[in-house]
């Protein structure tokens, strides 16, 4: 009965005996209680009238085809009908009708995006002044209005501010965060929400019945899901399926007409991935394909799909957040009980960047495919979590100490941590503690040895570490360290330390603590800032601690004479890439580093320093 009163309403109208007309125009709502999806906007609207607490200056914002317009009028109805101000107007006197009809000379509809210059606003401005003709308000109707220029903004500034007691403005813009501030600030604002999906299918389905369509279940869904919040656009949508098939719509007549894809197909695709039929899979791909549609829509579908299924299996009591049929929300449980939320959530993430992906694309069906073989294989994906837990208890665990299985490629690991003896562990435990100090006799150089399995099942043999009061340590004085000071300028493997070392004089050494002259403020708060660094430095250069002071010296460094370098032996031992080989050594012998590579079945292919 609701919805035969407002096509009776627009029967009246002298457009309507027109051939056709288009279902958005032909069920626009007439009164606050026909709006669809914006009852908070109608209900103040209502009580502002009521209470008489009617403002000079309104602002509608929100997406397109959701009612900004046609809520304007209707308000435009209430405030001029013959019978008002009144929350009901009445549809039928003289005022109601024009207003409809949109030839009132006291309800003015402007178009913002054609109307944006500063002197149609100038003559809007000169026109505010005129009384009504007719109604009790002179409304101004500005659609579009984040489309006016600075300029035009300003001229409107005073008489938005001040307007005379007849005039009412009302806007309408989709991006109000274009309207200038001063504007917002003198205007009620009201966001338009989103039109919920369920709603507009409901809204379809009363046209439908109203005007005798048969439709098959499923239609009205995909019509209203492919709306995207706008009730104009899915009616629109409707008017073209209806031209199309006649008064019998079917889920494949419209799946060809406006290129939507039916649920059917995710569902499909799903359940290929889960099972790893890579072949059938691949040949729906290629079917998808040839279809020719809008891949944009399939990568939406099956995105929102997966989305559905995380949210199922995450939120069992409040699938009202689905918009969808209770029948939908069954499938979609059934099928979301093959996956844990972490695979799903893997999956969403996957389909979303392929979706950014397949624009960019040599191939579309590769990029599909590849997609899909993704998908079949998350049931084998472990997280990074996972794989540090894993780690954790192969450290902490003892012989017979099993982690919980989570892929078949974690059987290797459990062999390798029930192999291994307790006191291996306990050993590389103490390893990673103790600091490392380089043995006094410098390694042969050697390549970068490649880890084999049989390598790395084998541990390094222990070494003792070397002392600073070995026989070997040199006698340090400051000749020694001038004469070396380059070389060990040289160890220093941070770049910017290395160039103030460089730039630094060695003052004096009274057999503890080394005086570094630093030529200028900048260098010396640097210098100052790295001592630990440089007295770690000066330790592992000369075995034997010696302690820094940094002096402001203005005297540049100079070079040692040739005559007077003194060529330690331990020294011989510290030089950069000698001293790289054994911390690479060091690092790859690493009780850790070895079970870290057997867990993964890796092979270490390069080392590189943390910058």
Not at 76 to 90: D, F, H, K, S
Not at 503 to 516: H, K, M, P, Q
């Amino acid at each position: 009965m609701h919805a035969v009163h407002i096509y009776q309403e627009y029967m009246d109208t002298d457009y309507v005996n027109s051939e056709f007309v288009v279902t958005a125009r032909k069920w626009r709502p007439q009164s606050f209680d026909t709006v669809v999806g914006q009852e908070h906007i109608a209900t103040t609207l209502k009580n502002a009238i009521a209470r008489n607490r009617i403002a000079h200056a309104y602002l509608f914002t929100g997406s397109r085809g959701v009612g900004k317009t046609s809520t304007a009028r209707i308000f435009a109805r209430a405030l001029n009908c013959e019978q008002g101000p009144t929350v009901n107007p009445c549809g039928t006197c003289e005022m109601c009708t024009e207003i409809i009809q949109g030839s009132s000379m006291d309800v003015i509809e402007i178009d913002g995006a054609s109307n944006n210059k500063v002197d149609e606003v100038r003559e809007l401005r000169d026109s505010v002044k005129f009384v009504p003709a007719k109604g009790k308000y002179k409304i101004y109707i500005i659609d579009e209005v984040h489309m006016l220029t600075t300029s035009a903004f300003n001229a409107l500034l005073k008489t938005l501010e001040e307007p005379p007691p007849h005039v009412i403005f009302i806007f309408a813009t989709t991006e109000p965060q274009k309207v200038l501030p001063t504007i917002l600030s003198r205007c009620q604002r009201f966001d338009f929400h989103r039109i919920p999906q369920c709603i507009i299918r409901d809204h379809l389905a009363n046209i439908s019945k109203t005007e005798g369509y048969s439709i098959e279940p499923g239609v009205l869904d995909a019509i209203a899901r492919a709306g995207d919040g706008s009730m104009r656009d899915a009616q629109s949508m409707f008017d073209q399926v209806v031209a199309f098939c006649g008064t019998t719509i079917t889920f494949e007549q419209i799946s060809s007409i406006l290129g939507i894809y039916h649920t059917d197909v995710f569902y499909l695709l799903t359940e290929h991935a889960h099972n790893q039929n890579i072949a059938d899979g691949i040949m729906l791909i290629g079917r998808i394909l040839r279809d020719g549609k809008n891949l944009s829509h399939f990568f939406d579908g099956l995105l929102q799909h997966f989305r559905s299924l995380l949210l199922v299996s995450l939120l069992e009591n409040r699938t009202d957040v689905l918009e969808t049929t209770p029948e939908e929300i069954q499938r979609l449980r059934a099928q979301a009980s093959w996956f844990t939320p972490n695979e799903l959530e893997y999956a969403v993430g996957l389909i979303a960047q392929a979706g950014v992906d397949i624009r960019y694309a040599l191939s579309k069906q590769v990029a599909l495919e590849l997609l899909f073989l993704k998908l079949s294989r998350i049931h084998s994906v472990i997280s990074i979590d996972q794989a540090l837990l894993k780690l954790e208890e192969i450290q902490q665990g003892t012989p017979g100490t099993k982690p919980a299985p989570a892929t078949p490629n974690a059987e290797p690991v459990r062999k390798v941590a029930e192999n291994k003896p307790e006191s291996t562990v306990q050993i590389s435990t103490q390893q990673v503690v103790k600091p490392v100090v380089f043995p006094a006799e410098a390694p042969k150089e050697k390549p970068l040895p490649t880890l084999s399995p049989r390598q790395i099942n084998t541990p390094a043999p222990a070494q003792r570490p070397a002392s600073f009061n070995d026989t070997n340590t040199l006698k340090v004085d400051l000749a020694t360290i001038q004469s070396s000071w380059k070389k060990v300028c040289d160890s220093c493997e941070n770049n910017m330390l290395h160039n103030n070392l460089v730039n630094a004089r060695v003052v004096s050494y009274d057999g503890e603590i080394l005086t570094l002259g630093a030529a200028g403020a900048l260098f010396l708060d640097m210098l100052r800032d790295k001592k630990q660094q440089i007295e770690s430095l000066l330790a592992n250069y000369f075995k034997t601690v010696i302690r820094i002071k940094v002096i402001l010296d203005d005297k540049k460094p100079e070079p040692p004479s040739a005559a007077t370098v003194i060529e330690p032996g331990v020294a011989a031992a510290q030089d950069t890439t000698s001293g790289r080989m054994r911390r690479e050594d060091e690092i790859l012998n690493d009780p850790k580093v070895q079970k870290l590579v057997e867990s993964f079945e890796g092979k270490v292919l390069s080392v590189r320093r943390k910058q």
